[in-house]
Protein backbone atom coordinates (compact mmCIF):
# COMPACT_ATOMS: atom_id res chain seq x y z
CA UNK A 1 0.00 0.00 0.00
CA UNK A 2 1.29 3.43 -0.82
CA UNK A 3 2.26 5.90 1.80
CA UNK A 4 0.91 8.99 1.78
CA UNK A 5 2.88 10.69 4.78
CA UNK A 6 1.63 12.57 7.55
CA UNK A 7 1.10 16.04 7.05
CA UNK A 8 0.60 16.34 10.93
CA UNK A 9 2.72 14.49 13.02
CA UNK A 10 1.26 16.05 16.39
CA UNK A 11 -1.97 14.46 15.40
CA UNK A 12 -1.05 11.24 14.69
CA UNK A 13 0.29 11.44 18.21
CA UNK A 14 -3.04 11.47 19.48
CA UNK A 15 -4.79 9.07 16.68
CA UNK A 16 -2.27 5.88 17.33
CA UNK A 17 -2.61 6.14 21.16
CA UNK A 18 -6.80 6.74 20.87
CA UNK A 19 -6.40 3.67 18.45
CA UNK A 20 -4.52 1.30 20.63
CA UNK A 21 -6.79 2.18 23.62
CA UNK A 22 -9.92 1.26 21.94
CA UNK A 23 -8.01 -2.45 21.10
CA UNK A 24 -7.54 -2.78 24.83
CA UNK A 25 -10.01 -3.91 26.70
CA UNK A 26 -7.51 -4.00 29.64
CA UNK A 27 -6.53 -0.53 29.38
CA UNK A 28 -10.38 0.41 29.43
CA UNK A 29 -11.23 -0.73 32.25
CA UNK A 30 -7.97 -0.60 34.44
CA UNK A 31 -8.09 3.38 33.15
CA UNK A 32 -11.36 5.04 31.63
CA UNK A 33 -12.99 3.23 35.10
CA UNK A 34 -11.29 5.79 37.25
CA UNK A 35 -12.50 9.03 37.36
CA UNK A 36 -9.12 10.49 38.68
CA UNK A 37 -7.49 9.79 35.18
CA UNK A 38 -7.30 11.69 32.10
CA UNK A 39 -8.44 9.79 29.60
CA UNK A 40 -11.44 7.91 29.19
CA UNK A 41 -13.91 6.87 26.29
CA UNK A 42 -15.06 10.52 25.60
CA UNK A 43 -11.69 11.78 24.91
CA UNK A 44 -10.70 8.96 22.46
CA UNK A 45 -13.70 9.87 20.92
CA UNK A 46 -13.37 13.38 20.35
CA UNK A 47 -9.69 12.74 19.24
CA UNK A 48 -11.39 9.98 16.43
CA UNK A 49 -14.13 11.65 15.63
CA UNK A 50 -13.62 15.50 16.04
CA UNK A 51 -10.01 16.77 16.65
CA UNK A 52 -7.76 15.05 14.98
CA UNK A 53 -9.31 12.70 12.51
CA UNK A 54 -13.21 11.82 11.58
CA UNK A 55 -13.35 8.22 11.60
CA UNK A 56 -17.14 8.81 10.08
CA UNK A 57 -15.60 10.10 7.31
CA UNK A 58 -11.43 9.38 7.42
CA UNK A 59 -10.73 9.92 3.50
CA UNK A 60 -10.12 13.80 3.87
CA UNK A 61 -7.46 12.58 6.44
CA UNK A 62 -5.15 10.27 3.86
CA UNK A 63 -1.90 12.22 3.73
CA UNK A 64 -2.71 14.12 7.27
CA UNK A 65 -3.16 12.35 10.04
CA UNK A 66 -4.13 8.25 8.27
CA UNK A 67 -1.04 7.02 5.99
CA UNK A 68 -2.42 4.57 3.72
CA UNK A 69 -5.98 3.51 1.95
CA UNK A 70 -5.91 0.70 4.35
CA UNK A 71 -5.76 2.64 7.57
CA UNK A 72 -8.75 5.16 6.00
CA UNK A 73 -10.58 1.63 5.19
CA UNK A 74 -10.42 0.48 9.14
CA UNK A 75 -10.79 3.59 10.60
CA UNK A 76 -14.10 3.75 8.70
CA UNK A 77 -14.86 0.39 9.89
CA UNK A 78 -14.59 1.29 13.67
CA UNK A 79 -16.17 4.00 12.66
CA UNK A 80 -19.17 2.46 12.22
CA UNK A 81 -19.03 -0.43 14.79
CA UNK A 82 -19.06 2.50 17.61
CA UNK A 83 -21.71 4.27 16.14
CA UNK A 84 -23.38 0.75 16.44
CA UNK A 85 -22.60 -0.05 19.79
CA UNK A 86 -23.38 4.00 20.72
CA UNK A 87 -26.89 3.76 18.65
CA UNK A 88 -27.17 0.78 20.96
CA UNK A 89 -26.34 2.05 24.15
CA UNK A 90 -27.47 5.91 23.76
CA UNK A 91 -24.55 8.43 23.30
CA UNK A 92 -25.08 9.78 27.10
CA UNK A 93 -24.47 6.38 28.52
CA UNK A 94 -21.58 5.81 30.85
CA UNK A 95 -18.37 4.11 30.02
CA UNK A 96 -18.91 0.99 31.82
CA UNK A 97 -21.92 0.69 30.01
CA UNK A 98 -19.91 0.74 26.59
CA UNK A 99 -17.73 -1.71 27.51
CA UNK A 100 -20.38 -4.05 28.57
CA UNK A 101 -22.56 -3.77 25.05
CA UNK A 102 -22.37 -7.02 23.37
CA UNK A 103 -21.47 -5.53 19.71
CA UNK A 104 -18.11 -4.00 22.27
CA UNK A 105 -16.16 -6.68 20.91
CA UNK A 106 -16.49 -5.66 17.67
CA UNK A 107 -15.07 -1.79 18.38
CA UNK A 108 -12.21 -3.75 19.88
CA UNK A 109 -11.90 -6.40 16.89
CA UNK A 110 -11.50 -3.94 14.52
CA UNK A 111 -9.38 -1.18 16.56
CA UNK A 112 -6.68 -4.42 16.99
CA UNK A 113 -6.50 -4.71 13.18
CA UNK A 114 -6.08 -0.84 12.40
CA UNK A 115 -3.80 -0.54 15.52
CA UNK A 116 -1.72 -3.45 14.40
CA UNK A 117 -1.95 -1.74 10.54
CA UNK A 118 -0.59 1.79 11.90
CA UNK A 119 1.65 1.08 14.23
CA UNK A 120 3.57 -1.44 11.14
CA UNK A 121 3.49 1.37 8.77
CA UNK A 122 5.03 3.96 11.43
CA UNK A 123 7.76 1.58 11.81
CA UNK A 124 7.99 1.04 8.37
CA UNK A 125 8.23 5.02 7.88
CA UNK A 126 10.67 5.17 10.57
CA UNK A 127 12.93 2.22 9.02
CA UNK A 128 13.14 4.27 5.94
CA UNK A 129 13.75 7.66 7.50
CA UNK A 130 16.53 5.67 8.87
CA UNK A 131 17.65 4.44 5.62
CA UNK A 132 17.62 7.79 4.13
CA UNK A 133 19.64 9.20 6.93
CA UNK A 134 22.60 7.04 7.38
CA UNK A 135 24.53 8.66 4.27
CA UNK A 136 27.83 8.98 4.19
CA UNK A 137 29.54 11.56 7.00
CA UNK A 138 30.21 13.96 4.53
CA UNK A 139 26.50 14.30 3.15
CA UNK A 140 24.94 14.32 6.72
CA UNK A 141 23.10 17.30 8.11
CA UNK A 142 25.05 19.07 10.09
CA UNK A 143 22.46 20.97 12.83
CA UNK A 144 19.44 20.97 10.84
CA UNK A 145 21.26 21.96 7.38
CA UNK A 146 23.36 20.00 4.79
CA UNK A 147 26.62 20.79 3.50
CA UNK A 148 27.72 20.46 -0.03
CA UNK A 149 30.93 20.08 -1.40
Same mark, same amino acid.
Given at each position: ??????????????????????????????????????????? =?????? %??? !??? %? %?????? #? $???????? =???? $? &? /?????????? &?? #???????????? *???????? =?? !?? +??? =??????????? /????? +?? /?????? *?? #???????
Amino acid at each position: MTDHGIEFPVFRLHVVPAVLALASPSWQRDIWLRPEEFQDLDY =VVNVLF %DDF !CNA %D %DPAPWL #G $KSLRTEEE =VALM $K &E /LGEVYSTVQE &EV #GRAASDEVYLDA *PAWSNVIA =VA !CR +LAQ =VMVTNDLQAAA /LLHEQ +LN /LPHHQR *PI #GGASMAE
